[in-house]
């Protein structure tokens, strides 16, 4: 604690306050004598800590010497043959220079004579002679002693480490001032041997001032390395993972990159790969690297552009920077001349830089996408790489040192380069890492909402098995009562009840299939209004014992059809309404309401339950039901979850909401829509539990009048054509008609056009046809029947689609005789097809007779005339009046229309009228607002004022 930068006791105070609030705290006596004893000793340090040693000491009467670069006075001297020594040089052979100058490139060796005045000598102070960045193969330094000269030091990027007197990638000698000559003058001499002509820097400095100066580009350096080299094995990995051949070549061009940033920085040649320094031309390694590195960028460039371009523009240029770089290669081994293969290296890199640019140039395209981005950022890499050898060959012409001293910490622009190469495909696959880990996210959310729902479905299939079971139970006990051997009251309700049970134990069993399967149940057509109104049946009985009143609100359309599969329809609905009524509380009132907007349905209700029951309703809601009981005993109740379940099947969907003690409950679900092709007979209008007065209605339904010869009353047997695409319609046709008069049937509206044209065939007495059919609609015959002279007579009848039931009163307009819309039940095809016989019958008799009137010369009415008597004698035997036809024919009325206009002239209402012709009341009504505004009245006696 003595060490302790503590000042005027605010340390011990510290700890003592400290101390104090712990206890206070925490009650933890440990804590306070721990700190109380870090205070005392700190307290106890107080006494030997000196306040202010800098006057105490003097410490600011001391001067310290400052050390820069010593100056120097160089000359230089080339010997070509490599002949001299130090001893065999003159001064006079030196020509004086500045100590950093650009010798170009020189055969031999470079001598340099280096003096300077040694102002600080015998002060303890070593020196470091240093020649900069550039890559020299050799310098060896030598001192005069005397009259003779002893090796000072040497040092080199191709030299053994051993023959290096300061073994570092620094170009460093050591210069001992305890080896130098007593003398305040020194004399140096330095032999310099480069085969890449490259500017010297020679300077002198202070050991510890070289040392501080450089330690931090030292370790920036090594930071740069070791964060160089992990993105290349992070690249590596990437390309190996995403199995991406592009991240793996970019990893070898940066791996290439890197092998040469060391080797121009001296590490390589220092620590990695100084044993190739025994080898001839070993410094020609850097044009390897540098030819390597492009190469393999270039297969970057040509892998990123065909996968997003899917084919390459420009595949010379590709061709051509391949053959330039092998050439690069060839060059370095074959060229013995360092100026000559200095000169094509630079080249053939400059010229490669330009066509890489153009490349990458000619296939981008825009918007530019994820992984073209790796790609642009080559441009300032080229740029950087192509611009430094431009101005490298530049420098090899000028020999002004002032101009190209340029070297020195530029290499820091290849490491640049590096991060431009690598950075942009760290930043896009930590992207696509991420992207991956929100996938994986997903999945793993996806899993563990799959265990959710197993647990759920686990926890729904043990309550149902034990409902199955008490049911069971339940249909058993009741068979074995002894009330069933009697006849009395009692065993109505308990076959009731066995009606019940045995109808719920089949909609259990059958989800239980659709469930454990997951089979999308077979489905058939619903009349959904009908259907809903017979389950709400079932839930009278249970409802009467609570003195819960039930009422229903159904807004769906009568004829509203849904495909479902029946039983679990049925579950559905009787399931929802059952568990309302169990927790409703007793003497309530509880609305159930049914609508429809397209193929959408909404059942909604609200219950109000008491203070027992709302303790239930969460789990009874589906809300935590098996977090409240462990898996070993999971609740058996049911609620609402078998519905929820059920209407997954149809894409539905379960709320509810609060509110103090009611419920606001309502489920959703979409049904598939219903096509033309079912057979009718099948649907479903009611559940398999049938109540007392469903049973009655059915036992009357059963009797329907229908012999064989239905229709032998009209004199002949009558032939049908059926134009109906599906098989299952032409079944149930088939099956009511069968025996009772002859069908033909057709496929399309091309088939019964061939048909009718067809002489060998017997001509039919009525015509129904689909009115949505293949190639020739229903619509487009029916237009060529009534053109055509030899079929305008047949009596032609559309089939129409719930969906179709609105062309109806259009098509009976244009001269249909009738429409049936899907479902029809076979009474109304028989009631169609008498219809028809009979106004043909009397259309029949109506021409014979006119046709007797006109042999007998009784016929004083024009033509035009006797028609519409003929017409509306056919539709109602009514006869006009001359006024009443001319008033129909210039109004424009249809026979339809003009025989209610008679009627209503006759005072007879809507619903008489719908009586006389078969129609419904809503039929006359629309009938009457077209004959309103054609006669262009605006009430009834207006018309028969008119009529009349």
Same mark, same amino acid.
């Given at each position: 604690?003595?060490?302790?930068?503590?000042?005027?006791?605010?340390?011990?105070?510290?700890?003592?306050?400290?101390?104090?609030?712990?206890?206070?705290?925490?009650?933890?006596?440990?804590?306070f004598i721990f700190f109380m004893f870090l205070g005392s000793i700190s307290l106890y340090s107080e006494k030997n800590y000196i306040k202010n040693p800098i006057k105490e000491f003097g410490i600011e009467d001391i001067e310290v010497s400052h050390y820069t670069?010593?100056?120097?006075?160089?000359?230089?001297?080339?010997?070509?043959?490599?002949?001299?020594?130090?001893?065999?040089?003159?001064?006079?052979?030196?020509?004086?220079?500045?100590?950093?100058?650009?010798?170009?490139?020189?055969?031999?060796?470079?001598?340099?004579?280096?003096?300077?005045?040694?102002?600080?000598?015998?002060?303890?102070?070593?020196?470091?002679?240093?020649?900069?960045?550039?890559?020299?193969?050799?310098?060896?330094?030598?001192?005069?002693?005397?009259?003779?000269?002893?090796?000072?030091?040497?040092?080199? @990027?191709?030299?053994?480490?051993?023959?290096?007197?300061?073994?570092?990638?620094?170009?460093?000698?050591?210069?001992?001032?305890?080896?130098?000559? !007593?003398?305040?003058?020194?004399?140096?001499?330095?032999?310099?041997?480069?085969?890449?002509?490259?500017?010297?820097?020679?300077?002198?400095?202070?050991?510890?001032?070289?040392?501080?100066?450089?330690?931090?580009?030292?370790?920036?350096?090594?930071?740069?390395?070791?964060?160089?080299?992990?993105?290349?094995?992070?690249?590596?990995?990437?390309?190996?993972?995403?199995?991406?051949?592009?991240?793996?070549?970019?990893?070898?061009?940066?791996?290439?990159?890197?092998?040469?940033?060391?080797?121009?920085?001296?590490?390589?040649?220092?620590?990695?790969?100084?044993?190739?320094?025994?080898?001839?031309?070993?410094?020609?390694?850097?044009?390897?690297?540098?030819?390597?590195?492009?190469?393999?960028?270039?297969?970057?460039?040509?892998?990123?552009?065909?996968?997003?371009?899917?084919?390459?523009?420009? @595949?010379?240029?590709?061709?051509?920077?391949?053959?330039?770089?092998?050439?690069?290669?060839?060059?370095?081994?074959?060229?013995?001349?360092?100026?000559?293969?200095?000169?094509?290296?630079?080249?053939?890199?400059?010229?490669?830089?330009?066509?890489?640019?153009?490349?990458?140039?000619?296939?981008?395209?825009?918007?530019?996408?994820?992984?073209?981005?790796?790609?642009?950022?080559?441009?300032?890499?080229?740029?950087?790489?192509?611009?430094?050898?431009?101005?490298?060959?530049?420098?090899?012409?000028?020999?002004?040192?002032?101009?190209?001293?340029?070297?020195?910490?530029?290499?820091?622009?290849?490491?640049?380069?590096?991060?431009?190469?690598?950075?942009?495909?760290?930043?896009?696959?930590?992207?696509?890492?991420?992207?991956?880990?929100?996938?994986?996210?997903?999945?793993?959310?996806?899993?563990?909402?799959?265990?959710?729902?197993? !647990?759920?479905?686990?926890?729904?299939?043990?309550?149902?098995?034990?409902?199955?079971?008490?049911?069971?139970?339940?249909?058993?006990?009741?068979?074995?009562?002894?009330?069933?051997?009697?006849?009395?009251?009692?065993?109505?309700?308990?076959?009731?009840?066995?009606? @019940?049970?045995?109808?719920?134990?089949?909609?259990?069993?059958?989800?239980?299939?659709?469930?454990?399967?997951?089979?999308?149940?077979?489905?058939?057509?619903?009349?959904?209004?009908?259907?809903?109104?017979?389950?709400?049946?079932?839930?009278?009985?249970?409802?009467?014992?609570?003195?819960?009143?039930?009422?229903?609100?159904?807004?769906?359309?009568?004829?509203?059809?849904?495909?479902?599969?029946?039983?679990?329809?049925?579950?559905?609905?009787?399931?929802?309404?059952?568990?309302?009524?169990?927790?409703?509380?007793?003497?309530?009132?509880?609305?159930?309401?049914?609508?429809?907007?397209?193929?959408?349905?909404?059942?909604?209700?609200?219950?109000?339950?008491?203070?027992?029951?709302?303790?239930?309703?969460?789990?009874?809601?589906?809300?935590?039901?098996?977090?409240?009981?462990?898996?070993?005993?999971?609740?058996?109740?049911?609620?609402?979850?078998?519905?929820?379940?059920?209407?997954?099947?149809?894409?539905?969907?379960?709320?509810?909401?609060?509110?103090?003690?009611?419920?606001?409950?309502?489920?959703?679900?979409?049904?598939?829509?219903?096509?033309?092709?079912?057979?009718?007979?099948?649907?479903?209008?009611?559940?398999?539990?049938?109540?007392?007065?469903?049973?009655?209605?059915?036992?009357?339904?059963?009797?329907?009048?229908?012999?064989?010869?239905?229709?032998?009353?009209?004199?002949?047997?009558?032939?049908?054509?059926?134009?109906?695409?599906?098989?299952?319609?032409?079944?149930?046709?088939?099956?009511?008609?069968?025996?009772?008069?002859?069908? !033909?049937?057709?496929?399309?509206?091309?088939?019964?056009?061939?048909?009718?044209?067809?002489?060998?065939?017997?001509?039919?007495?009525?015509?129904?046809?689909?009115?949505?059919?293949?190639?020739?609609?229903?619509?487009?015959?029916?237009?060529?029947?009534?053109?055509?002279?030899?079929?305008?007579?047949?009596?032609?009848?559309?089939?129409?689609?719930?969906?179709?039931?609105?062309?109806?009163?259009?098509?009976?307009?244009?001269?249909?005789?009738?429409?049936?819309?899907?479902?029809?039940?076979?009474?109304?095809?028989?009631?169609?097809?008498?219809?028809?016989?009979?106004?043909? !019958?009397?259309?029949?008799?109506?021409?014979?007779?006119?046709?007797?009137?006109?042999?007998?010369?009784?016929?004083?009415?024009?033509?035009?005339?006797?028609?519409?008597?003929?017409?509306?004698?056919?539709?109602?035997?009514?006869?006009?009046?001359?006024s009443q036809t001319s008033i129909f024919l210039d109004s424009g009325l249809s026979s339809r229309e003009q025989q209610i206009a008679i009627l209503i002239s006759h005072g007879k209402s809507d619903k008489e009228i719908a009586d006389v012709l078969n129609i419904?009341?809503?039929?006359?009504?629309?009938?009457?607002?077209?004959?309103?505004?054609?006669?262009?009245?605006?009430? @009834?006696?207006?018309?028969?004022?008119?009529?009349?």
């Open positions: 604690m003595v060490f302790l930068p503590h000042e005027y006791g605010i340390l011990p105070f510290s700890f003592f306050i400290f101390a104090v609030i712990i206890e206070f705290m925490s009650r933890r006596s440990w804590f670069a010593i100056p120097l006075k160089v000359s230089y001297f080339i010997d070509e043959e490599a002949k001299f020594n130090c001893d065999d040089l003159e001064e006079v052979k030196f020509t004086s220079i500045p100590s950093s100058f650009n010798p170009g490139f020189y055969k031999g060796v470079l001598w340099l004579d280096i003096s300077y005045l040694d102002k600080n000598l015998h002060q303890g102070n070593d020196f470091y002679l240093y020649f900069g960045n550039e890559p020299l193969d050799l310098a060896e330094a030598y001192i005069e002693y005397g009259d003779g000269w002893n090796l000072l030091g040497r040092t080199g @990027r191709s030299i053994r480490r051993k023959q290096m007197s300061d073994p570092s990638w620094e170009l460093i000698i050591p210069v001992n001032e305890a080896e130098l000559p !007593k003398s305040t003058y020194q004399h140096l001499r330095v032999k310099v041997v480069s085969s890449f002509g490259v500017p010297v820097h020679v300077s002198l400095y202070s050991k510890d001032e070289f040392q501080k100066s450089g330690m931090f580009f030292s370790t920036a350096n090594f930071v740069i390395f070791g964060f160089s080299f992990l993105i290349i094995i992070f690249l590596f990995a990437c390309g190996i993972i995403f199995k991406d051949n592009i991240y793996r070549l970019l990893a070898f061009a940066s791996l290439f990159m890197f092998f040469l940033i060391l080797q121009l920085k001296g590490l390589g040649s220092m620590y990695l790969w100084n044993f190739i320094a025994i080898f001839d031309n070993s410094s020609r390694l850097t044009y390897f690297l540098g030819a390597g590195s492009f190469i393999l960028s270039v297969f970057v460039m040509t892998g990123i552009v065909r996968e997003e371009n899917k084919t390459i523009r420009g @595949r010379s240029l590709i061709y051509s920077m391949i053959v330039l770089c092998a050439l690069s290669c060839i060059s370095s081994i074959f060229i013995p001349s360092p100026y000559v293969l200095f000169l094509t290296y630079s080249i053939l890199l400059v010229l490669n830089t330009v066509l890489f640019i153009i490349s990458i140039q000619i296939n981008r395209k825009a918007p530019v996408t994820e992984s073209f981005v790796i790609l642009l950022f080559f441009f300032p890499v080229m740029l950087i790489v192509g611009g430094m050898q431009a101005v490298f060959l530049i420098r090899l012409f000028t020999k002004s040192v002032a101009k190209m001293k340029i070297r020195g910490y530029d290499f820091y622009l290849y490491d640049l380069c590096f991060m431009f190469m690598t950075v942009p495909a760290v930043y896009l696959t930590f992207k696509r890492f991420g992207k991956k880990y929100k996938r994986m996210e997903k999945t793993l959310i996806t899993a563990m909402e799959k265990e959710l729902e197993y !647990k759920k479905d686990k926890s729904l299939f043990h309550a149902m098995t034990c409902q199955l079971l008490t049911l069971s139970d339940l249909i058993h006990n009741s068979i074995e009562l002894p009330q069933m051997k009697t006849e009395n009251d009692s065993v109505k309700e308990i076959h009731g009840m066995i009606e @019940r049970s045995s109808v719920q134990l089949i909609d259990y069993l059958n989800a239980f299939l659709v469930f454990g399967t997951k089979s999308i149940p077979e489905s058939s057509p619903i009349l959904l209004s009908s259907f809903f109104e017979s389950c709400a049946e079932i839930i009278r009985s249970p409802a009467i014992r609570k003195n819960i009143k039930i009422s229903l609100s159904n807004s769906v359309d009568e004829k509203h059809l849904v495909r479902a599969n029946r039983n679990i329809l049925e579950l559905i609905f009787t399931h929802f309404m059952l568990t309302i009524v169990r927790y409703s509380k007793s003497n309530s009132n509880i609305v159930l309401s049914l609508s429809q907007k397209e193929n959408e349905v909404s059942l909604k209700t609200k219950i109000h339950v008491d203070s027992e029951a709302e303790k239930y309703m969460d789990e009874v809601l589906g809300q935590n039901y098996f977090l409240k009981q462990s898996e070993e005993s999971p609740s058996n109740e049911i609620g609402f979850r078998l519905v929820v379940k059920a209407l997954e099947i149809y894409g539905g969907t379960f709320t509810h909401s609060k509110e103090n003690k009611s419920y606001k409950i309502s489920l959703k679900m979409k049904f598939p829509p219903v096509d033309e092709t079912f057979n009718h007979e099948l649907i479903s209008v009611q559940t398999l539990f049938d109540t007392e007065s469903q049973k009655e209605l059915n036992n009357s339904n059963k009797t329907i009048p229908v012999v064989d010869n239905l229709f032998s009353d009209f004199g002949k047997t009558i032939v049908i054509l059926l134009v109906e695409e599906s098989i299952v319609a032409k079944r149930f046709w088939e099956d009511i008609l069968n025996g009772r008069c002859i069908t !033909k049937t057709t496929a399309s509206g091309v088939e019964a056009w061939n048909y009718l044209h067809t002489a060998d065939n017997p001509k039919p007495d009525i015509i129904f046809c689909n009115y949505s059919l293949p190639v020739m609609n229903g619509r487009e015959l029916f237009r060529k029947c009534s053109d055509d002279e030899n079929t305008r007579d047949i009596p032609f009848v559309f089939i129409l689609s719930p969906i179709e039931s609105d062309r109806k009163y259009e098509l009976m307009r244009r001269g249909a005789v009738d429409c049936i819309v899907r479902p029809y039940s076979k009474r109304e095809v028989y009631g169609v097809i008498c219809m028809v016989l009979s106004i043909s !019958k009397k259309i029949q008799h109506s021409i014979l007779s006119q046709l007797d009137r006109v042999v007998r010369g009784q016929m004083n009415s024009s033509p035009r005339q006797e028609y519409m008597q003929v017409q509306t004698q056919a539709m109602g035997n009514i006869s006009l009046t001359k419904s009341p809503a039929t006359v009504a629309s009938h009457n607002k077209k004959i309103f505004r054609k006669l262009n009245v605006h009430s @009834r006696v207006e018309l028969m004022d008119k009529v009349r």
